[in-house]
């Protein structure tokens, strides 16, 4: 009986070291995810900022190559694209001179 336990014991043991195994590499997988992710907005907020800098200085910007550029970094911003107005005089990057 005691041979049976220390089996169950050890076969825990084992299951227990999987699991942690298991969980330390899925908690690395997010954090790179997250760090990923930090990267994206951080390109698209600095698109976005030069975007808004040349509005301010009066240049004309056109928002849908503005979001074209932002949806290489985040593709789920396609959907915004779809809903803007087709207008290509749209002021507020990819900016021209006034």
Do not use: W
Not at 1 to 24: G, P, S, T, V
Not at 45 to 71: F, H, I, P, R, Y
Not at 79 to 88: A, I, Q, V
């Amino acid at each position: 009986m005691k041979h049976n336990r220390d089996l169950d014991l050890q076969d825990a043991r084992k299951e227990l070291q999987y699991l942690e195994r298991h969980i330390e590499e899925s908690e690395k997988r997010s954090v790179l995810h997250a760090k990923e992710e930090c990267r994206q907005l951080v390109a698209v907020a600095s698109l976005l900022v030069t975007a808004l800098e040349n509005a301010v200085k009066g240049n004309l910007v056109d928002m849908d190559c503005v979001l074209s550029a932002c949806t290489t970094h985040l593709p789920d911003l396609e959907k915004l694209r779809s809903n803007l107005p087709s207008s290509k005089q749209q002021q507020g990057f990819c900016s021209k001179q006034r």
